[in-house]
């Protein structure tokens, strides 16, 4: 085991967890209160080596965020020092699609705040949209500065995108970053040249399936990009891959459309509803929901992308199965820190620990 503990608060199915595990820390414990993204997430964690989330069950995990203490999470973990918690609270009322955005005061991110003053944690790394921490600012960000730096955290606001770490989408995200160390926190050597396409991510899986899981389409392995063969280390099967089937009103839609364009007749609060994207570019933002309208339409199928194509996208491996129905499964996908962008960060950290 990792002499590293990551505690994830809001874990949902695991991408933050998944990520900082690749980059060498133990996973001692994930809260979330979602029962269909906790399948999720124990089924993934539970198979890692040398990871403690295996030694737990889903009841272990599963928690109102309200009710969580320091004290009661000590009965799971025992005495384990965490050295980083984690945390994505959900950020619907600060979405750029979401037009009511000061409705609902920002009670779960306060909260991440209260845990992270009684953990004590020497780094704590807090997720969210960028619009989060400008919406927010009046009741929000000026409160979390106060109280952390307080308890002696050094604290960095960080907008990164996930397409500058080599994952194939535009992914603007900013990352909340505290330390005890007093020590200065950059990602930049981190930065990625070359900027992985939707082509180099997917090309090589069947255009159509109607299975949850099925044989991975036959490829030459010098056919498959560097990002493709990642993806498909230690798989055997492709999973999530049930391509959606539209209505012939949408296919006529989808089928006149070309690389990069719009269909203007219809409108949507989704900035990349109703376009084609562009196979040798980067994807788009991928969200919550697979649809044409809220999400990109495939470069060269006349549908939208399939679970796992969006999983690539988001840099899920292959190896990682999404449990729950088509809204919970898209849902979990839209909404997880990728992994890749999770495993860069944690590299950093671990690299500030161990010196």
């Known amino acids: 085991m990792s002499k590293y503990n990551v505690v994830d608060l809001f874990c949902s199915a695991g991408g933050f967890s998944y990520g900082f595990h690749k980059a060498g820390f133990d996973i001692i414990l994930g809260v979330d209160s979602d029962i269909n993204k906790l399948e999720t997430y124990h089924y993934n964690l539970s198979r890692l080596n040398n990871c403690s989330i295996k030694k737990l069950s889903i009841n272990d995990l599963k928690h109102d965020i309200f ?3 320091y004290n009661k999470m000590q009965k799971i973990i025992g005495n384990n020092k965490v050295h980083v918690l984690l945390g994505s609270p959900p950020c619907k009322n600060h979405s750029k699609q979401n037009s009511d955005r000061n409705v609902i005061p920002d009670t779960l991110a306060k909260e991440f705040v209260r845990l992270v003053v009684s953990i004590d944690p020497i780094f704590f790394v807090m997720e969210n949209v960028p619009s989060f921490f400008t919406s927010s600012k009046t009741f929000f960000t000026d409160y979390f500065y106060f109280i952390l730096e307080s308890q002696g955290y050094t604290i960095q606001q960080i907008k990164l995108n996930a397409v500058d770490f080599g994952i194939p989408q535009n992914r603007e995200r900013t990352f909340f970053i505290g330390n005890k160390l007093a020590t200065h926190i950059s990602l930049d050597k981190y930065k990625q ?26 490829a030459n392995q010098n056919e498959l990009s560097e990002y493709q063969k990642l993806m498909r280390q230690g798989s055997t099967k492709l999973y999530n891959h049930k391509t959606p089937i539209h209505t012939q009103t949408i296919l006529e839609i989808i089928k006149n459309l070309k690389q990069g364009e719009r269909y203007t007749k219809k409108s949507s609060k989704f900035s990349n509803a109703y376009v084609r994207a562009m196979y040798n570019e980067p994807a788009s933002t991928i969200t919550t929901r697979l649809n044409i309208s809220n999400s990109p339409i495939h470069p060269v199928r006349n549908r939208c992308f399939s679970p796992r194509e969006a999983a690539r996208l988001q840099s899920f491996d292959d190896k990682f199965l999404f449990i729950g129905d088509k809204e919970s499964i898209t849902t979990q996908i839209g909404d997880a820190v990728p992994p890749l962008l999770a495993k860069t960060i944690g590299e950093c950290l671990l690299d500030k620990l161990i010196k």
């Open 67 to 69: 009710d969580v203490t």
């Open 193 to 218: 040249k070359h900027k992985i396409s939707i082509k180099d991510a997917i090309s090589d899986l069947a255009y159509e399936s109607s299975c949850q899981e099925a044989d991975y389409r036959e």
